[in-house]
């Protein structure tokens, strides 16, 4: 199977998993590897624009993200957009690992990519004007890869500007409701992350429930609409 644009003719090779839009892995003819995302056609805007400059703002930032290395064109049937394909594992796969090991005790491995989520996170919020912090939104913990020696963000067609407890209290539901949910070491898992957010931003983060509550609607609202469809 085969995509083809004004870059040429880009082989396909897997099929990422996501809701909102279709990514794939895919090849050149000189056998250079990169992530082809086509958004889907029910928005009125152009969503390769809105994410190709969420990127370039937050590599120009210092934030790890993966490179824009083309954007689609009006003339092209489907707006999409080319970017650098990040070798890794997500943390939600990692999640999945660790779960496998049991209950008792978050993993030193683990650990260290809690910290390193923590850290990656405190940075895009470090991004800020005077009404608050860059959001990324969709904090699903799919969109965050573990490249071997850190952290990479996936997925900015959500961002905004607004109060960084929004995607914590995303990321706490996430690392709270993932099987089995609601246990010691989840309550462990969520502790240990928001003690590496509050280092690396050097900030005090209060009344986290009340977003974890918020994401936990917003998720339930998204599983009824997806359940439409």
């Given at each position: 199977?085969?995509?083809?644009?004004?870059?040429?003719?880009?082989k396909i090779l897997?099929?990422?998993k996501s809701f909102k839009n279709q990514a794939y892995k895919v090849k050149t003819a000189s056998n250079n590897?990169?992530?082809?995302?086509?958004?889907?056609?029910?928005?009125?805007?152009?969503?390769?624009?809105?994410?190709?400059i969420n990127l370039k703002k937050l590599?120009?930032?210092?934030?790890?993200?993966?490179?824009?290395?083309?954007?689609?064109?009006?003339?092209?049937?489907?707006?999409y957009l080319l970017l650098e394909y990040v070798p890794g594992v997500t943390i939600s796969h990692l999640l999945e690992e660790q779960n496998g090991h049991g209950d008792h005790c978050?993993?030193?491995?683990?650990?260290?990519?809690?910290?390193?989520?923590?850290?990656?996170?405190a940075?895009?919020?470090?991004?800020?004007?005077?009404?608050?912090?860059f959001l990324k939104g969709d904090c699903n913990l799919r969109n965050f890869i573990w490249t071997g020696s850190e952290i990479c963000g996936l997925d900015f067609e959500e961002t905004k500007i607004g109060d960084?407890?929004?995607?914590?209290?995303?990321?706490?539901?996430f690392l709270l409701t993932n099987s089995p949910?609601?246990?010691?070491?989840?309550?462990?898992?969520?502790?240990?992350?928001?003690?590496?957010?509050?280092?690396?931003?050097?900030?005090?983060?209060?009344?986290i429930s009340d977003f974890i509550a918020k994401s936990a609607k917003e998720a339930y609202r998204r599983r009824q609409n997806f359940n439409r469809v």
């Open positions: 199977m085969a995509f083809h644009c004004q870059k040429g003719c880009l897997e099929k990422f590897f990169y992530v082809l995302k086509i958004y889907n056609k029910d928005s009125k805007k152009s969503n390769s624009f809105v994410e190709a590599e120009f930032k210092g934030v790890k993200v993966p490179k824009v290395v083309y954007r689609s064109s009006p003339d092209d049937s489907e707006d978050i993993d030193i491995e683990f650990k260290k990519y809690l910290k390193d989520l923590g850290y990656w996170v940075s895009l919020h470090g991004i800020q004007d005077n009404t608050g912090s960084p407890r929004e995607d914590l209290g995303e990321i706490c539901f949910p609601l246990t010691s070491l989840r309550l462990e898992m969520v502790d240990w992350f928001l003690k590496s957010y509050e280092k690396s931003s050097e900030t005090k983060i209060r009344n």
